[in-house]
């Protein structure tokens, strides 16, 4: 494989740190010497590159869960490649990994790096897929949902950006398990989109005058299960709405990303005593023993036709950042993949 190697590889680096939602000159293309891996290690050329939320807090000189990308530096990301150079007998050449990697077309990693799974591709199903619904998204949407959240048959579930990548997962997988879904979106495109995955009631946040009328309206009987995938005031909003034992999965708090020195209050978690309410956060792979069933669950929903990946495809490396500024502008719908070759 390595004899069809071009001669340099090429990044996404960080220029500046955004302030607010990330411009196009935060970010530029350069190129360095083919990197060579070294013993035990391999080269991997990446092929879909997945664009996430949680790579604009990696881009703040902040603590999170990630060191913040240094200036410079190529952005962090996770991506799905496949190994062209191989110096581990586990690892061999042609063989499908996903990793946490960077943003650069090809990248050296260790047996150790961060992520790293093998990826089996099921025949006739596109590798995207596997960075997508039948990946980690679909994967945080069954932890939030079942890990975490409890969710169970006849149980009113609340998704917010439920026309996004894991809320739309998350919208099909609830229906699944046989609960009530309340689907929350801004727009008439995405609200469609909410009513062909199967919701059962839909809330246009940006059309509706009091949203928490329109959730009173959309779950009468409270709400059992709360993935939230935004924070911020909704939050305050769904609380007093909740069921007596309700919970609240965590996924994320997109809605303050942007502007993280001015994190949003919440007010209302007295709620959390009145309903005797149960709030946590989570990351996927905290729940490493759950994600076999997951899967499992993932792929035959996918094989029955009952799990729709919804996608926002860009192509070519160099599409990173455009992608990952409309990702954070709020307007996309589904998983944003940009796909290399
Ligand atoms: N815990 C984990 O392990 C884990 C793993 C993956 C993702 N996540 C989290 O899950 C959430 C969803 O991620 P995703 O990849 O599925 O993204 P996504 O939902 O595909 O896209 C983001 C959506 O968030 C909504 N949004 C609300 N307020 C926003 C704001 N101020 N700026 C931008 N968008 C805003 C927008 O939809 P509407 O306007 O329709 O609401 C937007 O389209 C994020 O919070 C992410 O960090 C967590």
Request: glycine residues 12%; charged residues 15%.
């Amino acid at each position: 494989m390595s004899s069809s190697l071009p001669a340099t590889a090429r990044h996404i680096i960080l220029r500046h740190r955004p302030v607010g939602v990330p411009q196009a000159d935060c970010f530029a293309l350069s190129e360095t010497p083919m990197p060579q891996p070294g013993q035990g290690q391999m080269l991997v050329r990446m092929l879909v590159g997945s664009v996430d939320p949680a790579i604009r807090g990696f881009l703040d000189d902040r603590p999170s869960y990630l060191p913040p990308v240094a200036i410079g530096a190529p952005v962090n990301g996770m991506s799905l490649g496949q190994i062209v150079v191989s110096h581990h007998p586990d690892w061999p050449e042609g063989a499908f990994v996903r990793v946490f990697g960077t943003w650069s077309d090809h990248f050296v990693i260790g047996p150790d790096a961060l992520g790293l799974e093998r990826v089996t591709p099921a025949p006739g199903v596109p590798l995207r897929a596997y960075m997508g619904a039948l990946g980690p998204v679909g994967l945080t949407a069954w932890v939030g949902l079942f890990a975490v959240g409890a969710a169970k048959a006849g149980e009113t579930v609340l998704i917010s950006a439920a026309a996004g990548a894991t809320g739309s997962t998350a919208l099909q997988l609830a229906k699944a398990a046989g609960c009530r879904v309340v689907a929350m979106a801004g727009g008439a495109h995405k609200a469609q989109i909410l009513r062909d995955l199967g919701a059962d009631a839909v809330v246009d946040y940006r059309a509706v005058p009091n949203l928490g009328a329109a959730l009173d309206a959309a779950a009468p009987g409270g709400i059992d299960v709360y993935f939230d995938n935004i924070g911020g005031p909704t939050l305050d909003i769904v609380l007093p709405r909740m069921h007596e034992q309700g919970r609240i999965a965590l996924c994320g708090m997109i809605a303050q990303y942007n502007d993280a020195d001015h994190p949003y209050g919440v007010q209302n978690l007295w709620q959390m005593v009145i309903k005797r309410l149960t709030m946590r956060g989570f990351l996927t792979y905290d729940h490493a023993d759950r994600l076999g069933e997951a899967q499992a669950m993932l792929d035959r929903l996918h094989h029955a036709g009952r799990l729709r990946p919804l996608e926002n495809i860009h192509h070519g490396f160099e599409r990173l950042p455009e992608a990952f500024i409309a990702l954070m502008q709020g307007t996309t719908t589904g998983k944003t993949l940009v796909e290399i070759a």
